[in-house]
């Protein structure tokens, strides 16, 4: 080979082959032939990658209020369930200005929960990560207006489905952009950061429903969605989403904002964004996104 200083990198080449190249160890930049445009790297080996690779972290604050942030929504889903053990025995009750009895249980969120897990995880495909969590604190928002303003059992319905909705169209792109945004070494426990929204919700409406009324309590649940839908419009769409719907520039842009400590560059027609153990690559056959861990 004519580089000099390079070792060794196991490449694959489509979905079979495995050939191996050379990786500029002074560059960090994996040397191609023309007949090897789509080759991702798979393993490199390399004595000291580990240390290297903690040198080119990137801003662990940043990723972990981006996780945060994305993570908000979540907390109304814990909120949804523990609504109705708060409201139904106070509806029960004979001073109750909406009078419930067994069979008008206002519980329904369940029954729009799964199709709200459907639409989420289309749409956050379709519109992008950052638009689809937007979107769902709509449902949440009017969902629990609704039910704190609510005259009849009709409107607590009405109010329920959309929590219901929205709570089931949280989930899946609030974990898929903490994934995509979050560094391997964060990534494993800012992912429990969904399960933890949960477990708090619920906490957070038995405590506040031993104080207040559930109308009370449906008012300050709509807090919840405000502030995420806040938050998240301030943050960039992830990445890989960027890149792979053919925005390099947007997604160079957006992984600077949650490395801010490293550099990039776009470069060739492969759209390929590196930062030192970062590289996402666009081609017209092929689109991945890999963590290259490299000296």
């Known amino acids: ?88 025995p106070q509806l029960e009750e004979p001073t109750s200005f909406i009078k419930v009895d067994e069979d008008q249980n206002p519980s329904l969120s369940s029954l729009s929960t799964p199709f709200g897990c459907l639409l989420g995880g289309y749409l956050m495909d379709v519109i992008g990560r950052k638009r689809t969590l937007i979107i769902t604190e709509i449902p949440l ?41 979050t560094q391997p070494h964060l990534r494993g426990m800012l992912s429990a950061l969904a399960s933890v929204g949960v477990s708090l919700g619920v906490l957070i409406e038995y405590a506040l429903g031993s104080l207040v009324t559930w109308t009370v309590l449906a008012g300050i649940s709509a807090a919840i969605p405000i502030i995420a839908l806040i938050f998240i419009m301030l943050m960039p769409e992830t990445p890989n989403w960027l890149l792979t719907h053919g925005y390099p520039a947007e997604a160079k842009a957006a992984l600077q904002k949650f490395r801010l400590n490293t550099k990039y560059e776009v470069s060739g027609q492969r759209s390929t964004l590196v930062s030192p153990p970062l590289s996402l690559s666009l081609s017209a056959e092929n689109i991945e996104l890999k963590e290259k861990h490299v000296t």
């Open 1 to 88: 080979s004519s580089v000099l200083k390079a070792e060794a990198a196991t490449i694959r080449i489509g979905p079979t082959s495995v050939c191996t190249t050379a990786l500029d160890v002074e560059s960090k930049a994996l040397v191609e032939t023309e007949n090897e445009t789509n080759a991702t790297i798979v393993e490199v080996k390399s004595p000291g990658y580990k240390k290297e690779a903690k040198l080119h972290r990137g801003s662990a604050l940043k990723q972990v209020l981006a996780a945060f942030i994305a993570n908000l929504g979540t907390i109304n889903t814990g909120l949804v369930f523990g609504f109705s053990a708060v409201a139904i």
């Open 141 to 181: 928002i009017v969902g629990w207006f609704l039910i704190s303003f609510s005259t009849c059992v009709e409107m607590i319905y009405v109010g329920r489905l959309l929590v219901g909705l929205g709570s089931g169209m949280v989930g899946a792109p609030a974990r898929v952009y903490t994934g995509e945004v």
